[in-house]
């Protein structure tokens, strides 16, 4: 590791991450009683890797495709005029659309909560569910806004001067979650 540099330690590696979606999966299943009214919306980018890879889970245990979309929310965010411009995502919904529909939202960290709020307004102008429920893979803490995760992949405590960073092989060659702290000075 280079000096002063940061200091990283995996918390999943793909192994971990594998059983935390087969257990959320498992988990949507019970709560839904089989997942018949169900739509995945990953919000982008891995959020939308995970709520495919939940999507094929449960077809796996149920032999039902239930229907996979992700949701962009760049424009929904509180923090637009904060940050450089950033690209707009795509949302891709399911053809039968959102409405009466239980959306389970899917995303990599839980923080603040404001990325999960964003979410809901972009969904609010998409359709009305019947309910919206959401799934993590990892939930960090320090919340700024009353959210909680439905379905939670790993509890992580942390610093909020540490960093979560999630690695998925579709997007970055290799399945892990690191914990990353900035070396004191």
Same mark, same amino acid.
């Given at each position: 590791?280079?000096?002063?540099?940061?200091?990283?330690?995996a918390?999943l590696?793909?192994?971990?991450?594998?059983?935390a979606?087969?257990?959320?999966?498992?988990?949507? *299943?019970?709560r839904?009683?089989?997942? %018949?009214d169900?739509?995945?919306? %990953?919000?982008?980018?891995r959020?939308?890797?995970?709520?495919?890879? *939940?999507g094929?889970?449960?077809?796996?245990f149920?032999?039902?495709?239930?229907?996979?979309?992700?949701? !962009?929310?760049?424009?929904?965010?509180?923090?637009?005029?904060?940050?450089?411009?950033?690209? *707009?995502?795509?949302?891709?919904?399911?053809?039968?659309?959102?409405?009466?529909?239980?959306?389970?939202l899917?995303?990599?960290v839980?923080?603040?909560?404001?990325?999960?709020?964003?979410?809901? !307004?972009?969904?609010?102008?998409?359709?009305r569910?019947?309910?919206?429920?959401l799934?993590?893979?990892?939930?960090?803490?320090?919340?700024? *806004?009353?959210?909680?995760?439905?379905?939670?992949?790993?509890?992580?405590?942390?610093?909020?001067?540490?960093?979560?960073?999630?690695?998925?092989?579709?997007?970055?060659?290799?399945d892990?979650?690191?914990?990353?702290?900035?070396?004191?000075r």
């Amino acid at each position: 590791m280079p000096e002063n540099g940061p200091l990283s330690r995996a918390v999943l590696e793909g192994p971990d991450i594998h059983r935390a979606l087969t257990r959320i999966a498992h988990e949507i *299943l019970e709560r839904t009683k089989g997942a %018949g009214d169900v739509v995945l919306l %990953g919000i982008p980018t891995r959020g939308a890797t995970l709520a495919q890879r *939940l999507g094929g889970r449960i077809e796996q245990f149920e032999g039902v495709k239930i229907p996979v979309g992700s949701i !962009d929310i760049t424009m929904y965010r509180d923090d637009l005029r904060l940050r450089p411009a950033r690209p *707009l995502g795509r949302t891709e919904l399911p053809s039968d659309g959102i409405d009466g529909k239980v959306v389970v939202l899917v995303d990599d960290v839980l923080f603040s909560g404001r990325t999960v709020r964003a979410a809901l !307004d972009a969904l609010n102008d998409l359709g009305r569910p019947t309910a919206v429920q959401l799934a993590t893979l990892v939930d960090r803490g320090h919340r700024e *806004l009353p959210i909680r995760a439905d379905y939670v992949g790993k509890n992580l405590p942390t610093a909020k001067s540490e960093k979560v960073k999630v690695f998925l092989q579709e997007t970055d060659g290799r399945d892990a979650v690191l914990l990353i702290k900035e070396e004191a000075r």
